[in-house]
């Protein structure tokens, strides 16, 4: 019989019933030329996999974190799970090797183990659906401190911080809310006074949905549950994973308005 | 963790091998894998458990690749060395790192159908109809470009023989 390199590839691979397997070691046995194009295959084949070798990462794999950490997006909402989210978030985080891999999708109850810039947080005030404009009711301080939110909003990447008058802005994480809207978690230190706050885009702007203030100082005093309201808004607004970087910068180029695919 | 999960990190290895043959560039199929990985953990009810979880990632990484990042992305960029070759002494260009190195080159002037394929099949031992599946594409297609494949990488890599021809048909 003929034997073409489909049919060695065939024998090869064991692809081959016993009555075909049977046909080509008989073809082989009586053509020389088959029998080295099947040996300089196999050579081949041998020199692929030791070129390609299976690398199993030593150590700490960020991306098997990664997959460890997350969570499936809960039908319901809960009250008593978030703590046991938030410690396997920490002892995630605690075994992570500094990021070799962004984590974007690390889940959102987890979003105040990345931020250490604003650590303390003595009371959590809720305020919620207060929007821009009352902020900027608040004299000519807060104008300004409107301006720069927006900007922030408007431009800084996730883990993004920007300074201006000695005020910190640090933006947090983006999801897609389910109403369809683009919202962002924040950080502010303002003066003496330390914001969380959750503002969402809107054809008006950006509108904060969820704020809370708290003195500045005492770090590491952040209280467990003092962004309850924020985390109480960003259930309200759907369970949309964190958005990735390239989503961000998609949107940061176009105006956080065009709608997610 | 989930099945899922577990399966998912323990492929993890060979999704980075695949990636690797796929974009011939260690930077963009570590790219690749995160994203497939990302696009897998949202999309984690599609899977069905008991199902192939190796060839639904596979397929991901397919479509990822195709799609969306390499038109993004210069094309051709060498396989970065280093990354996979790893001997034992820096000063010293042993016979098996050439043969590595020839290897890789070889794979990578391959179409890229062709070297998919001959990752699938003969890097992850895949069968004919798994490889099917996961590219989506006839059986007999599999086979063409198998057999097309190995019978470049056996010229160059098959040893001093003089070239032997599969014209005996």
């Known amino acids: 019989m003929e034997l073409n390199d489909e049919m060695l590839c065939a024998y090869i691979d064991g692809e081959l019933d016993d009555r075909q397997r049977q046909q080509v070691e008989d073809g082989l046995a009586a053509d020389a030329g088959a029998r080295l194009r099947l040996a300089r295959m196999r050579e081949a084949d041998a020199q692929l996999r030791a070129a390609f070798p299976l690398v199993t990462t030593a150590g700490d794999d960020p991306l098997a974190a990664l997959i460890a950490g997350h969570r499936a997006a809960p039908v319901a909402t809960q009250t008593t799970e978030p703590a046991a989210a938030a410690a396997t978030a920490a002892a995630t985080a605690a075994s992570m090797p500094p990021p070799a891999v962004r984590t974007p999708t690390a889940t959102r109850r987890s979003w105040r183990r990345r931020t250490p810039l604003l650590t303390a947080l003595a009371a959590g005030i809720g305020a919620i659906s207060v929007s821009v404009a009352l902020l900027l009711s608040g004299g000519d301080r807060s104008g300004q401190a409107d301006a720069v939110l927006s900007a922030a909003l408007d431009q800084l990447p996730s883990g993004g911080e920007r300074v201006e008058g000695g005020d910190h802005t640090r933006l947090v994480l983006s999801f897609k809310a389910d109403d369809g809207r683009w919202c962002r978690v924040f950080e502010q230190k303002v003066a003496n006074e330390q914001r969380d706050g959750l503002a969402c885009h809107d054809s008006q702007g950006w509108q904060v949905v969820a704020l809370e203030t708290g003195a500045a100082g005492e770090p590491g005093m952040k209280p467990a549950g003092a962004s309850a309201s924020i985390d109480a808004m960003m259930d309200r607004l759907g369970n949309a994973p964190v958005a990735e970087a390239d989503t961000e910068q998609r949107l940061i180029s176009q105006g956080w308005s065009e709608p997610a695919r | ?169």
């Open chain 2, 1 to 169: 963790m989930t099945e899922f999960q577990t399966q998912l990190v323990a492929l993890l290895p060979r999704l980075r091998r695949f990636a690797l043959t796929l974009t011939q560039s260690a930077h963009e199929a570590d790219d690749l894998v995160q994203a497939g990985v990302e696009r897998a953990l949202r999309h984690a009810d599609r899977w069905e458990p008991g199902s192939a979880l190796d060839s639904w990632m596979y397929r991901i990484l397919q479509n990822l690749w195709r799609d969306e990042l390499r038109a993004h992305r210069r094309r051709n960029e060498p396989l970065e060395e280093d990354t996979e070759v790893m001997g034992e002494d820096g000063r010293e260009v042993n016979l098996q790192q050439l043969q590595w190195a020839e290897a890789r080159s070889a794979v990578a002037a391959l179409p890229e159908d062709q070297r998919v394929v001959l990752t699938l099949v003969v890097l992850d031992g895949l069968s004919y109809q798994q490889a099917a599946d996961v590219l989506e594409v006839p059986i007999g297609t599999v086979m063409s470009r198998l057999s097309r494949a190995r019978a470049r990488m056996a010229e160059r890599l098959g040893g001093g023989v003089a070239t032997v021809r599969q014209l005996k048909r």
